[in-house]
């Protein structure tokens, strides 16, 4: 601290060093509504973080399931596609969460890049599809399974939203054997699957194996 001389001694002369200036205005932040602004604008800050996390490993999973890619496949695909759209990466994962259908720029990224699908065998890709709902659907029969219940498609297509009509004691019985799948008439994939019951308004299907 320096000094400067006034009648009858010496008297501290104001700091102006950077350190000085720190901690005023440290310490104004502690004592006045710019230190409550300041944490606050900080809380919602991690907060959009936490937010936008949350969207790309959502919109990270229903790439993977929809396109049979495992998780860092998929966000490969997204962080390319963003990139080639020049959106942000939130943003497009926005859309994919939000959306039944693939967004097109996903759609151009694969095109330009269609060995990203190709890393998935087309039998690979349906088997994750077909399990991904077949899962939906225990969840469905778990909290709402009364009576005939609507479920969804289990069939290999991704972009299938249609449902069919059965018991949740029906599609727990099938789904206790491995391999059994529920699908609509017409839905099934005869070179990878055999139809093993026909039922008013739906099939049940079993994957082959690589033997059969």
Same mark, same amino acid.
């Given at each position: 601290?320096?000094?400067?001389?006034?009648?009858?001694?010496?008297?501290?002369?104001?700091?102006?060093?950077?350190?000085?200036?720190?901690?005023?205005?440290?310490?104004?932040?502690?004592?006045?509504?710019?230190?409550?602004?300041?944490?606050?604008?900080?809380?919602?800050?991690?907060?959009?973080?936490?937010?936008?996390?949350?969207?790309?490993?959502?919109?990270?999973?229903? %790439?993977? =399931?929809?396109?049979?890619?495992?998780?860092?496949?998929?966000?490969? %695909?997204?962080?390319?596609?963003?990139?080639?759209?020049?959106?942000?990466?939130?943003?497009?994962?926005?859309?994919?969460?939000?959306?039944?259908?693939?967004?097109?720029?996903?759609?151009?990224?694969?095109?330009?890049?269609?060995?990203?699908?190709?890393?998935?065998?087309?039998?690979?890709? #349906?088997?994750?599809?077909?399990?991904?709902?077949?899962?939906?659907?225990?969840? #469905?029969?778990?909290?709402?399974?009364?009576?005939m219940t609507l479920f969804l498609c289990e069939c290999g297509?991704?972009?299938?939203?249609?449902? %069919?009509?059965?018991?949740?004691?029906?599609?727990?019985?099938?789904?206790?054997e491995n391999g059994l799948f529920?699908?609509?008439?017409?839905? =099934?994939?005869?070179?990878?699957?055999?139809?093993?019951?026909?039922?008013?308004?739906?099939?049940?299907?079993?994957?082959?194996? %690589?033997?059969?």
């Open positions: 601290m320096s000094y400067r001389a006034r009648a009858g001694g010496l008297e501290p002369s104001a700091c102006t060093s950077s350190a000085c200036v720190g901690k005023r205005r440290k310490a104004h932040n502690l004592d006045g509504s710019n230190g409550e602004q300041y944490w606050r604008e900080r809380a919602e800050q991690l907060q959009h973080a936490l937010s936008s996390r949350i969207t790309v490993e959502q919109a990270k999973g229903i %790439l993977g =399931e929809r396109l049979g890619l495992d998780m860092e496949g998929a966000f490969a %695909l997204l962080r390319y596609a963003a990139r080639g759209e020049r959106m942000k990466l939130h943003d497009l994962a926005q859309a994919v969460v939000d959306n039944d259908e693939t967004p097109e720029p996903v759609i151009r990224a694969l095109a330009r890049h269609s060995s990203v699908l190709k890393g998935a065998p087309r039998a690979d890709r #349906i088997a994750q599809t077909e399990l991904f709902f077949r899962a939906i659907n225990e969840e #469905i029969a778990r909290n709402d399974g009364h009576g297509n991704p972009a299938c939203t249609e449902d %069919l009509e059965l018991t949740a004691v029906a599609l727990q019985h099938l789904h206790a529920v699908v609509l008439p017409g839905h =099934e994939v005869p070179d990878l699957e055999t139809v093993v019951d026909r039922h008013n308004g739906y099939l049940v299907v079993r994957r082959n194996t %690589l033997d059969e």
